[in-house]
């Protein structure tokens, strides 16, 4: 093999990698999906988190209402929110809307995927194959990066667009 098809095959693998690596965004219909993440959990836990951002780039709104996720029972839609000094927890009935031309962020502290009934525990670097359920555009399948136990946002700062 010649050096410039040595050089030429290097480069192309080096700029498929690079475009594997970036290629955690997904498209459904008006709506961009931008870096599904989750949290690591420990050993013997029952319930983790999801996170990611939602953007409408079309005229009509559109609703996340669920999902599923490789090694969980079931996916809900949830919201924190502080009442008083009391930190609440509780599913978004009817779904997230997610209206025209808005980002909606899943994050900790704030909307955020709830995987339930896990049937092992979530390790840092795994990819979790799942998909999301949106009113309109219908089931998309996507891929959760797992994060550190503690994650505030993904390590590579996707955590919003």
């Known amino acids: ?57 079309g005229t009509e709104a559109d609703k996340l209402v669920g999902g599923t996720l490789t090694g969980a029972g079931r996916v809900e839609v949830h919201q924190m929110s502080m009442e008083g000094s009391v930190m609440k927890m509780a599913p978004v009935e009817g779904g997230l809307v997610i209206k025209p031309r ?16 896990l049937k092992g525990q979530i390790k840092k670097g795994e990819m979790l194959k799942g998909s999301l359920e949106f009113e309109k555009a219908g089931k ?9 136990i503690a994650a505030k946002k993904s390590e590579s700062g996707h955590d919003h667009h």
């Open 1 to 57: 093999m010649s050096k410039l098809t040595v050089f030429v095959c290097a480069s192309a693998l080096a700029v498929a990698s690079a475009s594997i690596a970036l290629a955690h965004d997904y498209k459904a219909g008006m709506l961009k999906i931008g870096h599904p993440w989750a949290r690591a959990t420990p050993n013997g836990a029952q319930v983790g988190g999801g996170y990611l951002t939602v953007e409408n780039t």
């Open 102 to 117: 808005e980002i909606v962020t899943l994050k900790p502290g704030g909307y955020h995927l709830m995987f339930l009934d």
């Open 140 to 148: 998309v399948e996507v891929e959760f990066k797992v994060e550190a």
